[in-house]
């Protein structure tokens, strides 16, 4: 049996730190996302369907690519770069 991948706590705060901020950055609170999100989509999403997204850290990569275009923003990967010196001892 396959084992179902499991997101370590330390990930889901690093998921949660990541979306707050963004919504401080932008000056909106998750009441106005909800909001934005339902009139933007047609979808209905709720208050409590977002605050618990936050707390389960359980955003789906289209919800969060939604989230960003609201804002004007887009999602992409990119490359780490590594701390001054830290590169040297890893090797």
Known sequence: MTEIYKVSEEQKERI?????GFLQE?????????????EAYG?????????????????KTAELMDIADLFGYELKFVKKEPIEGLKDKQQ
């Open 16 to 20: 949660r730190r990541l979306v707050r």
């Open 26 to 38: 932008q000056e909106t609170s998750v009441y106005k996302l909800a909001k934005m999100l339902n």
């Open 43 to 59: 979808r209905s999403a709720s208050v409590s369907n977002l605050l618990n997204k936050f707390n389960r850290a359980t955003f």
